[in-house]
């Protein structure tokens, strides 16, 4: 506890650091430079303005002309110098006399601050007279002559054109007012994407809130705004879909943004620089959707930080942030198209500046980025995607600023002391990224360079202890850990893990032993739940020095840098970390906790476990991942108050759990779930859906940080749900399991088959034996493919296909019952297993069968449909001779499936029933029975 205290002391510490360093450079940076009208007064006075601009393209004296211009020419290039206007009389008195009449209603001081600074173009170049002397000059010397709109040259004190001086106040007024209205509203955007997880947040510790909050989550948490993917990625690889209260702040925030792109335009004609309301309304349309990008950057780069500040602020998960940040993201690109198509529509020629280059190149490399950012890169490269997206996003980061300096210095002004304020969002930008790797620096540092202990457990499976490091059995406390001398060439790359103290794994003693204390208010409950287990007494086992300090980690290799992991004796490791986990107060406050993990999954829950006094928890594992189990199995038995469930190669029922829990009268039963995508999102639709047997359900849901063994973060999901449990009478047909069950000390294995078994009133029977059909067809039954035949080529090694496909025709088989063999044309069907895939495709034998083939044996029907059975095998690729490598696994396989192909068409396969989800999603594996047609002569 002592431990955890100084853990959370510590992580307090660090982000009150964040937050006070943010506000400081929020404040230097602002001091640099401000927003129109948040500080930053453009054109101020108005009347000052326009009245020096009224005059500006007049030539003067001493103004440089280029050859060939005509005196009465209206579009001039005429150069006049500051000098020039500093030192010319007719222009000093002419604007004096322009400001006394049309800036009666400004201060004096005001007025001469402007001259000052001004009246020249530069306050570097100061005018020979002050405002007042100027003012005198006029005074004494009148202004006589009205320009007119043909004039060219200015030679005397005279009076503003009206129509120059109307066409100056309204291009000037309405691009201030534009320049304002941007900067309110993109304020008013990143206030929302940065307030409203912390306002959300904050209003649940507000009286009556968390019931209206529990009522609204099963509508707008829990359920996903299409079907049940959420952690799965959607079919395609095409992404993950948010939730409906992601979706729904996606939408808010996505609304807003084009409301606000689409209002208040204060378009004023005639103008000095645009000609027509249409290019004036396009201009403004280039600014906005400018200034709006710019000021997404900021939370671009903050959502996604492992550092961010709003994870301290709300109860947010990192998970959500990352995926606002995709959107926002997208938001920001799209944004930067839409500049560049208003910009290209609103300009007569398109010139070669530098400006326009830098801001397509870098709106080129923000549409790269999106497109780049797409699940489907991401997955066949997680670390190349992870280096260019860095690399890309520094250089759109560079190309806005050079982007804006450069068109700061053609319209003249003397950045950085004069500006228009949008530099201010690259500022934090840098700031923010900037901060965030020196925290990551900080926290390897403060840990210092470790050595650790891998030691390889079997089935690409990794147990890594690492010494000296002291931390306690915090709920999902995880660290990214750097192994640089494994990847010599990518040092900087690292992996998240969730971490477990080395001495929680050793076992600590009976449950039942004497010393073990009774939690309060679980008498009733925990005995019926426990009476059908039996209690096996164990020696209490004492702490090693061996095993006392340090964290260790469970690793399952996959394609990353974690491929290189083999069992080494003091491996170069650096830490980062550790960090917090999503708030688990609401999950401990429950009164029973079901914990369901998958796989490595459990080193996220095993800390819940050790934290709450009423756990169940289930945990089921693949065959090949055995070895897991027994190195977690005395840490196991040490769990004194939790009911454990441990499943070798097979899976738990997650409805039947989770509705078997919510009916043991529990008032509140917090549910976490941590494994797969598909056992997380199957266990969010039972939750969620709104036809359980459980009437009346009431719960709140939050999703912890993606949290892995792998490149790909595993993912981990929260719910805590608050049951009311009626009366219910519900007939069911049920699922039996015939399973050998071990029990030790609150840890029940099960090695399980299931048998489906039926409970039926007694009724007469009477049975009539199938006959099989001399020649039949075969259907598919169920899936897309439902009612479609199967069809062939009638070539050697080829696949039997449902659907249309050109060159394949549906065919008649029989049925062997010497062999088992069914058989077309007097061929036999085989299966051709693939690489590690959970089923192998049904194709026609060819002559000499290879390694990779076998025969396709099925069952005498005895009914309409058919039943084949091949052996279970694993097979990889050894060198060149794609037939090695093939290993029995220890079960039959005996369940079709289909897979999608061209056209419409689909595949036929046989494989393993008790498949993982996860594994027939990425094969797209849908399963399917094949139906008996008999065939009749036509």
Not at 186 to 201: E, N, Q, R, W, Y
Not at 684 to 711: F, N
Not at 871 to 881: H, I, L, N, R, V
């Amino acid at each position: 506890m002592t431990h955890r205290r100084e853990a959370s002391a510590s992580m307090t510490l660090l982000h009150s650091f964040t937050l006070w360093t943010l506000l400081v450079l929020y404040t230097s940076s602002a001091s640099a430079t401000s927003l129109p009208g948040f500080g930053l007064k453009l054109y101020d006075p108005l009347c000052a303005e326009s009245c020096v601009r009224s005059f500006s393209s007049l030539k003067l004296s001493c103004s440089i002309v280029s050859q060939g211009v005509h005196k009465r020419a209206t579009h001039s290039p005429v150069f006049t110098p500051p000098k020039c206007k500093a030192n010319n009389e007719a222009f000093l008195t002419s604007v004096a006399s322009c400001f006394n009449t049309k800036c009666s209603e400004e201060k004096m001081s005001k007025l001469e601050a402007f001259w000052e600074e001004s009246v020249t173009g530069t306050n570097k170049v100061p005018a020979k007279w002050t405002y007042s002397e100027a003012l005198a000059e006029v005074q004494e010397h009148p202004a006589k002559y009205q320009l007119k709109p043909t004039d060219f040259s200015l030679n005397e004190t005279s009076i503003a054109e009206p129509t120059t001086y109307l066409k100056q106040w309204n291009q000037l007024g309405g691009y201030r007012n534009e320049m304002e209205i941007e900067s309110r509203y993109s304020i008013t955007l990143v206030v929302i994407a940065l307030g409203l997880p912390i306002v959300i947040t904050w209003l649940g510790y507000m009286p009556y809130i968390p019931t209206i909050y529990d009522k609204l989550k099963p509508f707008m948490l829990y359920p996903s705004t299409i079907g049940t993917y959420s952690v799965r990625p959607l079919p395609f690889k095409l992404g993950n879909v948010p939730n409906i209260g992601q979706a729904a702040f996606i939408i808010i925030f996505v609304s807003l943004t084009v409301v606000f792109a689409s209002i208040d335009y204060d378009v004023r004609q005639p103008n000095a620089r645009f000609e027509s309301t249409k290019r004036e309304q396009l201009a403004y349309l280039v600014y906005r959707t400018g200034s709006f990008a710019y000021a997404l950057l900021p939370v671009i780069v903050l959502f996604p930080s492992r550092n961010n500040i709003l994870l301290s602020l709300s109860n947010w998960s990192q998970s959500t942030f990352i995926l606002l940040h995709r959107w926002v993201g997208r938001i920001f690109t799209l944004l930067a198209v839409l500049h560049a198509i208003f910009a290209l529509a609103g300009s007569k020629t398109r010139t070669s500046a530098d400006w326009r280059s830098w801001g397509d190149s870098t709106v080129i490399l923000s549409v790269i980025t999106t497109v780049g950012s797409g699940l489907y890169f991401r997955k066949e490269n997680y670390e190349l995607f992870l280096l260019m997206h860095v690399i890309l996003a520094v250089f759109i980061v560079v190309g806005c600023w050079y982007h804006l300096i450069k068109r700061y210095e053609v319209i003249g002004l003397d950045f950085p002391h004069h500006s228009y304020g949008q530099e201010i969002w690259l500022y934090l930008t840098c700031a923010i990224w900037f901060f965030e790797r020196l925290v990551r620096v900080v926290r390897v540092v403060r840990l210092g360079i470790l050595r650790s202990k891998v030691k390889d457990i079997g089935s690409g499976y990794v147990r890594i202890d690492i010494p000296h490091v002291r931390w306690g059995l915090d709920p999902g406390k995880h660290v990214f850990v750097y192994f640089p001398t494994l990847a010599p060439l990518r040092p900087w790359e690292n992996h998240p893990f969730s971490v477990i103290p080395t001495v929680a794994l050793r076992c600590h003693g009976s449950a039942s032993s004497p010393t073990t204390p009774v939690s309060p208010g679980g008498s009733s409950g925990l005995e019926d739940m426990e009476k059908s287990v039996t209690q096996i007494g164990s020696k209490p086992v004492l702490p090693s020095a061996e095993n006392s300090a340090g964290v260790t980690l469970f690793i399952k290799k996959s394609a990353g840098i974690t491929k290189h992991l083999r069992s080494y004796d003091r491996l170069f490791t650096f830490l980062e970390g550790p960090y917090p986990g999503n708030d688990t107060r609401q999950i401990l406050r429950c009164d029973r906790l079901l914990l369901i993990a998958g796989g490595v999954g459990i080193t996220s829950v095993f800390a819940l476990a050790h934290n709450h006094w009423n756990v169940k928890l289930a945990w089921s594992v693949k065959e090949d991942a055995r070895c897991l189990v027994n190195e977690l199995e005395p840490a196991m038995d040490a769990i004194s108050t939790a009911q454990v469930d441990v499943r070798v190669g097979s899976r738990f029922n997650v409805t039947a759990l989770i509705d078997e829990e919510s009916s043991r009268g529990w008032e509140r039963v917090g549910i976490v779930v941590s494994g797969p995508g598909s056992l997380c999102d199957e266990s969010r639709a039972v939750v969620a859906g709104p036809c359980r047997p459980v009437s009346s359900i009431e719960a709140s849901y939050s999703t912890t940080l993606v949290v892995s063994s792998s490149t790909e973060a595993q993912s981990t999901e929260t719910l805590e749900t608050s049951l009311t449990v009626p009366t219910t009478d519900v007939t069911t047909s049920t699922a039996t399991e015939e399973a050998t069950t071990v029990t030790t000390d609150g840890l029940t294995t099960t090695e399980s088959t299931t048998a489906a078994t039926t409970t039926a009133d007694s009724a007469t029977t009477t049975t009539i034996a199938y006959t099989v059909p001399t020649s039949f067809k075969l259907l598919a039954d169920g899936s897309d493919a439902d009612g479609l035949a199967v069809k062939l080529n009638g070539n050697p090694g080829r696949s039997l296909v449902f659907g249309e496909l050109p060159d394949y025709d549906e065919v008649v088989f029989s049925f062997q019952e010497e062999t088992g063999y069914v058989q077309y044309d007097s061929k036999d069907l085989c299966v051709y297993y693939g690489d590690s895939d959970p089923a192998a495709q049904v194709i026609t034998c060819t002559t000499v069968l290879s390694g990779r083939q076998f025969p396709l044996s099925c069952e005498k029907p005895d009914s309409n449909q058919l039943k084949c059975t091949t052996p279970g095998k694993t097979c990889f690729t050894a060198g060149s001779d794609p037939t090695a490598g093939c290993s029995p696994t220890d079960e039959d396989w005996t369940q079709f499936y289909v897979r999608p192909y061209i056209s419409g068409s689909f595949l036929l396969y046989l494989g393993n029933g008790n498949a993982m989800a996860d594994e027939l999603d990425d094969m797209d594996l849908k399963a399917v029975d094949l139906r008996l047609k008999e065939a009749k002569d036509t």
